[in-house]
């Protein structure tokens, strides 16, 4: 299976010494949402990225900062992580062959995530804490063990992060109007941009899309313009009060002309259900924040007719049952015989 490293090496700062891991990341669909993309009155796509191979976009930049870190000649590495990223981690550091270390927020991470890091064998630190104090911590165990530290501060992860963007202008023939995407570390939406800032300089693209950031309001460091001290939100991917790429980000917004808005956790699981019942389409809660974020423009007039939207759909729904489980329809119960089937359909 072709992974990031073999489609995109020649972007990607590759030497002859880095191995060529791959779990077949990347290459993820990009669905067209024709129900929902009618009703808000633009052409909408679903970059799918709950479809790689540990059910998030953090394997695209996660196989590139472990190939690194193997060719740097690290014995093991070391992740803070609201689920993803550690499960990310765990995955490919187990097909490296090196250790895994996690920290995560004790009892505020998604249950399939932490499945993920403890089956993948990572070693698995719940701290009493929330997300930025575990980062904190992570960047101790780096700099104080020598370990290798996969969060995005580790700049290879934000340069495999761009394969997403190269591959929406590849699928499409060129960028989008828009780019709505879910920010907490900020990671992802600054890497996407410098994705498409690369496409467009080499010709490949004609333009840079407004990066459009939604946050959960909670969590909404970027929005307020301050540091969030006790960030909440159901979206516990983005629960993030202090993000490490704040800066980064801001300059990507501003450059592309885009924002950064908030949406509220009923409007997030809201999306989440629309989501998956008009488009088929099951992403976590933090997934849902860019639709959340479309429809409460939509709804204000403020999202212009006929532009063409691609929104990111950063993780699996499968992740977080618990989350999507509070909104669905109640399950009918029945003996095991025709006739109280017949009563359930005639109903
Ligand atoms: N969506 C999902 C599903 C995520 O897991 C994350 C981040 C984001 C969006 C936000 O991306 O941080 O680059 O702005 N998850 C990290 C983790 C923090 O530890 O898994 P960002």
């Known amino acids: 299976m072709r992974g990031v490293l073999h489609r995109y090496g020649t972007n990607l700062r590759l030497t002859e010494r ?20 009618g009703e808000l009155g633009i052409e909408l796509f679903a970059k799918y990225e709950g479809l790689n191979p540990t059910g998030s976009f953090k394997d695209r930049g996660m196989v590139l900062a472990v190939a690194k870190a193997l060719e740097a000649g690290s014995r093991a590495v070391v992740c803070a992580s609201t689920g993803n990223t550690s499960a990310s981690a765990a995955a490919y550091a187990a097909t490296a062959g090196i250790p895994c270390h996690v920290l995560l927020p004790a009892g505020k991470v998604a249950l399939g995530k932490l499945a993920q890091a403890l089956i993948y064998g990572a070693k698995v630190i719940a701290v009493r804490g929330n997300f930025d104090t575990a980062l904190d911590l992570a960047r101790d165990a780096s700099r104080r063990l020598g370990l290798a530290i996969v969060n995005s501060v580790n700049p290879y992860r934000l340069r495999g992060q761009r394969s997403a963007a190269w591959e929406i202008c590849d699928d499409l023939g060129d960028a989008p109007d828009w780019l709505a995407i879910p920010v907490g570390n900020a990671g992802n939406i600054t ?7 690369q496409y467009a300089r080499s010709g490949k693209a004609s333009r840079i899309p407004r990066m459009m950031g939604f946050q959960a309001e909670g969590a909404s460091p970027m929005v307020r313009g301050e540091d969030v001290p006790q960030p909440e939100t159901v979206a516990t991917a983005i629960r993030i009060g202090r993000p490490v790429n704040a800066r980064k980000a801001r300059w990507a917004v501003r450059r592309s002309g885009g924002a950064f808005a908030a949406v509220s956790d009923p409007e997030i699981l809201e999306a989440q259900r629309i989501l998956a019942s008009r488009e088929g389409l099951f992403a976590e809660p933090a997934s ?6 479309l429809l409460a423009l939509a709804r204000r007039n403020e999202l212009p007719r006929g532009i063409r939207v691609v929104m990111v759909l950063t993780g699996n729904g499968l992740k977080d049952p618990d989350a999507a489980l509070g909104k669905t329809p109640a399950i009918t119960e029945i003996d095991g015989n025709w006739s109280s089937l017949e009563e359930v359909f005639r109903s």
């Not at 779990?23 to 949402?33: F, H, Q």
């Not at 849902?288 to 974020?293: E, R, T």
């Open 288 to 293: 849902a924040a860019p639709l959340a974020g």
């Open 191 to 197: 890497a996407y941009w410098a994705g498409f800032v």
């Open 18 to 37: 880095t191995p060529l891991l791959s779990l077949g990341e990347g290459s993820t669909p990009l669905v067209a949402c024709r129900n929902l993309g």
